[in-house]
T-cell receptor
Framework: AQTVTQSQPEMSVQEAETVTLSCTYD???????LFWYKQPPSRQMILVIR??????QNATENRFSVNFQKAAKSFSLKISDSQLGDAAMYFC???????????FGAGTRLTVKP | SAVISQKPSRDICQRGTSLTIQCQVD?????MFWYRQQPGQSLTLIAT?????????ESGFVIDKFPISRPNLTFSTLTVSNMSPEDSSIYLC??????????FGPGTRLTVL
């Protein structure tokens, strides 16, 4: 079964600085999707960024970018120029192309210090 | 992205009772799901809500406990039956577009006393 591991329960970053959240996953599949979701205290799950496994180019969305290392099964999220509004729980998620189930990591709580 | 609404946003219920959660999407979607997020935990898929047929449940979840309806492509309900304090969680509706992006509703926070 696929598993998603986020080894950092909590992270902290100074406002305007850069932070990287780690995620590794285990799969024998070759075709899959990876996601980062943000869940602020309002509990609304917000899609931050998505990566297709067949794409070699790392996805970017404004201040958010990923470092996708397929061979290492690593999918880290980099947040540049951190803002107070970035404070939230961040979940890494995996989904096989042929499967309904999206597997989530345990989450990383990000604190942004002013 | 989809606009997904859930009702109620939160509720406090007595053990042994049932609660039905509604999920409404502003456009037609093929794939709808229900997730549970226990306190301080990550998300776990309960079931896939299939339009016009019975839901597909994940291991550990059964229809008698979590009956699901999906009468059309924009609406679904999840019922939490015969509740116990262990059912206290956030329940989230989710939809997936054809291109694979998946979005979540605001969640329903359930507390069972």
């Amino acid at each position: 079964a696929q598993t998603v591991t986020q080894s950092q329960p909590e992270m902290s970053v100074q406002e305007a600085e850069t932070v990287t959240l780690s995620c590794t996953y285990d799969t024998s599949e070759s075709d899959y999707y990876l996601f980062w979701y943000k869940q602020p205290p309002s509990r609304q799950m917000i899609l931050v960024i998505r990566q297709e496994a067949y794409k070699q180019q790392n996805a970017t969305e404004n201040r958010f970018s990923v470092n996708f290392q397929k061979a290492a099964k690593s999918f880290s999220l980099k947040i540049s120029d951190s803002q107070l509004g970035d404070a939230a729980m961040y979940f890494c998620a995996y989904r096989s192309a042929g499967n309904n189930d999206m597997r989530f990591g345990a989450g990383t709580r990000l604190t942004v210090k002013p | 992205s989809a606009v997904i609404s859930q009702k109620p946003s939160r509720d406090i219920c007595q053990r042994g009772t049932s609660l039905t959660i509604q999920c409404q999407v502003d456009s037609q979607v093929t794939m709808m799901f229900w997730y549970r997020q226990q306190p301080g935990q990550s998300l776990t898929l309960i079931a896939t809500a299939n339009q016009g047929s019975e839901a597909t449940y994940e291991s550990g979840f059964v229809i008698d406990k979590f009956p699901i309806s999906r009468p059309n492509l924009t609406f679904s309900t999840l019922t939490v039956s015969n509740m116990s304090p262990e059912d206290s969680s956030i329940y989230l509706c989710s939809v997936r577009w054809v291109l694979g992006e998946q979005f979540f509703g605001p969640g329903t926070r359930l507390t069972v006393l």
